[in-house]
């Protein structure tokens, strides 16, 4: 993401507190923009459905398909095997200086995803819809595979220096989609997954536009990525576990007989687990700003320059001063992401019932509320560790922590399920705890061995 990188750089070297703010704010709408301003849209259209309109059935209805079958949970985890050897795949082809080749392999992606996605969700919707239209599956459907297309294009389009304009494209398409929601209330439950369609179509199609001017090409259309030199399964199988890690403890909830509720068909929610999670996610914004300034912009160019002077013959002195320069982002990004999110945790913790109050949710829910922002909170300095280890290839122990991840928390998850309600969301928070513990040792221990394993281990 080094173009994006250099961006905030510029404007955050201008030396003013307002030009910080506002750096701050690009890495904020890039790395989190994308899934807070779909879940605001969402919650506003519920908002606005149930006290105008009072169709709170359909709308719950939409906001568990959307949220949970097709947008958050299985389109994520659908493309989560490809999303990081692709990533990987045009870092590679950056490096290499053949980017002509970045864009018919993004087609090429575009096209398995929607073939496979097709054959995966068909008979997947015929049985979670049973109950419905074949218009309603087809919408279902078609939503996935948009979806799908937007998750593998937003890699590249938050990457662009056209940030603005990435930023700008996502507010349009979920601006379209409120409002055609309001047009189409009267359809129903149709109506609303129609429009969510259609501003995820008009999405896809101004991320592709910027793609297209971006990364020209003379090839339409090619698959390279999908030989054994470019794809990496251990990226593929560390980002397939950490989608499913994400969750396997909402899944859990759902279609536990103790805390799940059947909604539309064999598509469950959980009414005791949702919204506090929902909440929690959100309040991670100020968090995955600093976390994406952090690594797009400092952390990358110390890396830029240390493995600069390891391939042109730096000096000993040098390759380790951009060493501790990158253990210093490294110290310096743990500690400010936990810090700030912290202390905004601390402000959400004391205007927790007033928000419950206004949201007219049960104070019972608060415990649970409280676990998930400090599990939310975990989860972001352990998703920052990862980028780091990606970062410097330790493929294998990322790929071996996200899949601890996401067996601790659905074993964990069940285990707080059965010891009673007062324990619900510690499965979720305990699982990372300890993943992210023992990421921090090993990071550690990484950094602390670069140099020998750059020059002896190759």
Sequence with gaps: MAGIGFQLKKIA??????????????????????????????????????Y????????????????????????????????????RYVADRVFEGRE???????????????FFGFFIAFPLSQWLLYDQSEFFITLAISTFLVLSCVWISNILAVSLRFYKYVILAYFIAYLLILLLSLLLQPYGIEGLLFSFLAGNVLLLL??????????????????????????YW???????????????????FWYHPLTGTNVIGHLNSSMVYDMPIFLAYLSIIPGMAVFFYRLEVEFAEQYDLYYSAVRQGGVLDQIDRYRNGMIDVVRTSIREILTIQGIFNIGILIISEPLFEALKMPKL???????????TQIQLGFMSILAFLFYIDRRKEAMILS????????????????????????????????????????????????????????
């Design 206 to 231: 101004l991320l592709m536009i910027a793609i297209v001017k971006h990364y020209p090409s003379p090839y339409f259309m090619q698959f390279d990525i999908f030989k054994k030199e470019n794809f």
């Design 365 to 375: 829910f608060l415990p649970l509320f409280y676990i998930d922002l400090i599990g």
């Design 234 to 252: 251990t990226l593929a199988i560390a980002g397939l576990a950490y989608n499913l890690g994400v969750w396997a403890d909402k899944i859990i």
């Design 403 to 458: 899949i601890l991840f996401f067996v601790g928390n659905v074993l964990l998850t069940f285990g707080s399920i059965k010891l009673g309600p007062y324990f619900f969301g510690y499965g979720f928070a305990v699982s990372l705890l300890i993943v992210f513990i023992g990421s921090l040792f090993y990071l550690r221990k990484v950094l602390k061995r670069l140099n020998y394993e750059t020059f002896m281990l190759q």
């Design 52 to 87: 105008f309109f009072n169709s709170g059935e359909n709308t719950i209805k939409f906001q568990i398909i959307v949220t949970y079958a097709l947008m958050m949970a299985s389109s994520l985890i659908f493309t989560g095997f490809l999303q990081l050897p692709f990533t």
């Design 13 to 50: 070297d201008r030396g003013t507190l307002t030009s910080l703010l506002k750096a701050y704010g690009y890495s904020a709408a890039l790395s989190s923009g994308p899934w807070v301003i779909s879940m605001i849209v969402i919650f506003l259209i519920g908002f606005i459905n149930i």
């Design 100 to 114: 002509d080749r970045i864009l018919p392999n993004f087609f090429g992606l575009l096209f398995v995803i929607l």
